[in-house]
């Protein structure tokens, strides 16, 4: 069960006061990033807002250093460890923000990014969320498009997510207006698979600006758990085919897009490109091919560095 916490000076946030904006931050050893990724979150708008920390059983020290910030916006909820699901689902249970906002502790928001969002937001009374590009740093660096409006996001979900998970900000009344929540049947891809329930609720939508900086490590969820990863993320696509009633891309393509096998540049970037025709003739439309070229420019770059 999570336990409340107040803010850092004895401070705590008045029981009726809903902030403009709750940013969820779920948290399990993040020493040595997590202040970074909460001063950058908190200080690049000037805007109304609090900091929701789940703390899922952290032993590291972190929450120590998010504490000499001494900041009277952050509010922690601490929980025994039960893994990111759980602490995703416990910060839906106590936001209280009009919008809800993403954020990861050991990445970086970039200025701008939830006032952008809010504005997005509030000129389209029908949409649910709202994504940003974003850039990888650490040990993979570049810019990752998203697909921008609600069709190419559409599109996108029958291949993967149209969203960086941590970089969205959605409108919460509708979450908790249908109970959505975090599927602990989806494990290392219950992103991909709440948004591809999320949007039979609204209009989906990514801003053209990087307003998201991803770290790339070792120790990230697709090096570690890859093939649960993997499995699950095919049980999400072929769902949200079944549920629209759409042709599902093949799972044998999916794969050879998503996760090539490792070999030679020349036979990586011949196979990509092969699952990537493939996508486009079982799903044509223009987000398939943008998606499959990026991945085909991707899997080569990766079989250059190896």
Not at 145 to 160: N, S, T, V, W, Y
Not at 259 to 277: E, H, K, Y
Request: with cysteine; net charge positive; hydrophobic share 40%.
């Amino acid at each position: 069960m999570s336990q409340r916490v107040v803010g850092w000076s004895g401070w705590a946030m008045a029981p009726t006061r809903i902030p403009l904006i709750t940013i969820l931050m779920p948290v399990y050893n993040a020493a040595g990033y997590i202040a970074d990724a909460a001063r950058s979150v908190m200080a690049g708008d000037p805007i109304d807002l609090e900091l929701l920390v789940v703390d899922d059983g952290s032993t590291d020290g972190g929450m120590d250093e998010l504490a000499a910030l001494g900041d009277p916006r952050i509010r922690v909820v601490r929980q025994p460890n039960s893994g990111l699901i759980a602490a995703l689902n416990a910060g839906l249970d106590e936001a209280r923000g009009t919008y809800l906002a993403r954020m990861d502790a050991d990445d970086l928001s970039v200025p701008g990014r939830l006032t952008a969002q809010v504005r997005w937001l509030e000129e389209r009374p029908t949409a649910v969320v709202c994504g940003t590009d974003y850039e990888m740093f650490g040990t993979m660096t570049g810019r990752v498009r998203m697909p921008r409006g609600d069709r190419a996001c559409r599109e996108r979900l029958l291949l993967a997510s149209c969203h960086c998970g941590a970089s969205v900000m959605m409108r919460r009344k509708v979450l908790a207006r249908n109970g959505l929540r975090y599927d602990p049947k989806y494990p290392h891809a219950e992103d991909y698979e709440f948004f591809s329930r999320l949007a039979e609720h609204g209009e989906l939508g990514n801003l053209p600006m990087v307003g998201y900086r991803y770290r790339t490590h070792s120790a990230q969820v697709s090096a570690r758990h890859a093939e649960i990863q993997r499995a699950t993320h095919l049980r999400v696509a072929a769902a949200y085919a079944e549920r629209t009633g759409r042709r599902p891309v093949s799972e044998a393509t999916i794969r050879q897009l998503m996760w090539p096998a490792p070999a030679p540049v020349i036979r990586t970037t011949m196979s990509t490109a092969a699952a990537a025709a493939a996508a486009l003739r079982q799903r044509p439309g223009m987000e398939t091919a943008r998606f499959g070229g990026r991945r085909v420019v991707e899997a080569t770059l990766n079989a250059v560095k190896d």
